[in-house]
């Protein structure tokens, strides 16, 4: 069975709530005196990622579709593209644009391995639907 991917026709977060949380992966001890000692606990960490967009009617039957029976409801892990970085262009040590031969810009492409982190809320906006829910990025 193939990794699902999260559905290209679905809008982009909106950029207010979206944040990326880094995980936790040390371990911190504390002395009789002084600061504490700080060390690797992990070697890998589970970041988690805040996500809304807003959906029509036919998008959010889309987004149901995906979560209920691509994700079996959130339960299998899928790739989603890492909006954040995803389509940035790469410079040069005079910050000019790096280009291929043929003349198109050189952009980074990140996709991360998710899993739905809880539920998504699904909450009525005009005619529109916001969809809020947390992701959790595999390492």
Known sequence: MAIPVYP????????????????EGRYRS???AG???VRGRFSSVVDTVSYSTILRTT?????QWFHSQ???RGALPFLMTNWG???LVWL???EDILLFEDGAPIAATETWLVLFDGLPVITPRAIDWTVT?????MP
């Open 8 to 23: 290209s026709e679905l809008p982009r977060p909106l950029r207010d709530p979206y944040k990326i949380a880094h995980g």
């Open 92 to 94: 040069d040590e005079n």
């Open 35 to 37: 600061p504490g000692n």
């Open 30 to 32: 504390k002395n009789d």
């Open 133 to 137: 829910f947390t992701l959790s990025v």
């Open 59 to 63: 998008q959010l039957g889309r987004f």
């Open 85 to 87: 970085e995803d389509g």
């Open 70 to 72: 691509e994700t079996k």
